[in-house]
C-alpha cells in the first residue's frame, strides 16, 4: 500500500509539472485553462495506461503456469498489446488475455505478438 501512495504521488506530481509546463508555453490563440485541461487529461491517459501495464504485468507475474517475467506488456489509450520471444501454449496465451480483459480500464487486448508452441 506504501508503494501505491509512493506512486500516486509521483503521478500527482508529474501531473502538476506537466500542467505548469503547459501554462508555460500558452500562446494567445488558445486560452490557458483550455490549454492546461487538454495538457492534464493527456497526462491522465500516460498515468492510466502506465498503471494498466504495471497492473497486467504484476497479476502475469503472479500467475501459476503463464512465463510473465517473458511476456512483454505495452499499452497505449486502454488498448494492451501482448508479446513474448519464448513459445507459450494456446491454453497460457488464454489465460493470459482472460487476465489481461478483467483489469480495469482494458479496453482492448491484442495477443497475436505471443509466440505459439
Known amino acids: 500500500m506504501k508503494k501505491f501512495a509512493i506512486a500516486a ?3 500527482t506530481a508529474l501531473t502538476l509539472t506537466m500542467a505548469n509546463a503547459a501554462f508555460a508555453q500558452t ?4 486560452a490557458p485553462m483550455t490549454l492546461a485541461a487538454g495538457e492534464v487529461t493527456k497526462a491522465k491517459e500516460a498515468t492510466s495506461d502506465t498503471w494498466i501495464t504495471t497492473k497486467v504485468k504484476s497479476d502475469l ?4 503456469g503463464i512465463p510473465g517475467t517473458d511476456i512483454k506488456v505495452e499499452t497505449n489509450k ?3 498489446s ?3 520471444t519464448v513459445a507459450v501454449t494456446d491454453a497460457q496465451k488464454a489465460t493470459a488475455v482472460a ?3 478483467k483489469i480495469k ?3 482492448a487486448v491484442s495477443a497475436d ?3 505459439a508452441e
Not at 500562446?27 to 488558445?30: G, P, R, S, V
Open 82 to 84: 501482448l508479446s513474448s
Open 113 to 115: 505478438g505471443l509466440k
Open 61 to 64: 507475474v503472479t500467475e501459476k
Open 78 to 80: 486502454g488498448v494492451v
Open 27 to 30: 500562446t494567445t490563440t488558445q
Open 99 to 101: 487476465i489481461t480483459k
Open 9 to 11: 504521488a509521483a503521478a
Open 105 to 107: 480500464g482494458v479496453k
